[in-house]
């Protein structure tokens, strides 16, 4: 086997299909662990949590690339979807790690997928791959998470991704308000809400397999941004009103407060000290940028 192959796994969501697109467009060849019948020579079938999966499927590949995890923007957070959204993140990273332990010394790099969800609500702080974890359900979570990964060995990179600036991505519910004309202040405004392009997620993790990093690795762009400011840039953008808040009482109300204090409220100043300092250029170094990049498509 290719020594440049990648295996991917959660290959057909939005980071997914972005980045197996990405290495195959390079020549990459890439292996996708589905959860169905095969249907090209290039998948896997596998199922986390109920099976093993067989190391030699591994075997040969330069890195493993874990995105599992089902929607955090699927709402309501009831206790059977807080359920979903924790075996559909933990089964897999534990199915991964087992089968990567049991190739011993010749393993691939394990590069699983995190949030900045990790940091929790921490206002004021600069938070950087060194802070620890925060206590929202989501940053409890995510500490799960990174947890299971960790347990492959010393060759796991962690991705504490921000919320994609992307019409799939974060932006998809605030078009839709904001097309509507009731967006406006979410909470009080001024909390800073990380953020990083679906371009530069791709291209960030590309960065960690060619460059070996490993560790945590904050996947958030590199300038800070308050909700109020990436709310008042898509209104902007769509020539649309800005004027109607959505008071943190409210979205608790309507979201339940573990998802309104895990998604909406944090005050997260995240900083991407680990890719700026091995040499890592944003593509879209802006929040405004990075809008204006998801509403051309």
């Known amino acids: 086997m290719s020594t440049d192959r990648i295996v991917v796994s959660g290959a057909s969501g939005l980071i997914g299909s972005a980045l197996v697109a990405s290495l195959r467009a390079d020549g990459v060849p890439v292996t996708t662990l589905v959860r169905r ?14 099976e093993e999966l067989d190391p030699a499927v591994l075997a040969g590949a330069r890195a493993v690339v874990g995105l599992n995890g089902a929607s955090v ?26 089968a990567i332990r049991g190739l011993g010394p010749d393993a691939p790099m394990l590069v699983s997928a995190s949030a900045v969800g990790y940091y929790g609500d921490r206002p004021g702080a600069r938070l950087t791959e060194a802070s620890g974890a925060g206590t929202t359900f989501l940053a409890r979570l995510s500490a799960a998470w990174e947890a299971e990964a960790a347990l492959t060995g010393e060759r796991v990179a962690l991705l504490r991704t921000a919320p994609l600036m992307d019409r799939d991505g974060m932006l998809k519910p605030l078009i839709t308000l904001t097309q509507w004309g009731v967006s406006g202040p979410v ?18 993790i590309r960065h960690i397999i060619d460059r070996g990093l490993t560790g945590p690795v904050n996947l958030a762009g590199p300038q800070a941004t308050t909700a109020f400011e990436i709310g008042h840039e898509l209104a902007h953008r769509l020539h649309r009103p800005f004027v109607v808040p959505a008071p943190s009482w409210a979205l608790r109300i309507a979201l339940g407060p573990g998802a309104a204090d895990s998604l909406l409220l944090p005050d997260a100043h995240v900083v991407p000290d680990v890719l700026t300092r091995s040499g890592f250029a944003f593509t879209h170094a802006t929040a405004a940028s990075a809008i204006a990049e998801a509403l051309s498509d």
Do not use: M
């Open 37 to 50: 019948a095969p249907r090209a020579a290039d998948e896997v079938e596998w199922a986390p949590g109920a």
């Open 73 to 98: 923007g699927r709402l309501p957070w009831t206790p059977r979807y807080r359920e979903l959204l924790r075996s559909s993140r933990i089964d897999p990273t534990r199915t991964l790690a087992t």
């Open 187 to 204: 909470g009080t405004g001024r909390q800073i809400w990380p953020w990083i392009s679906l371009a530069d997620e791709v291209r960030g």
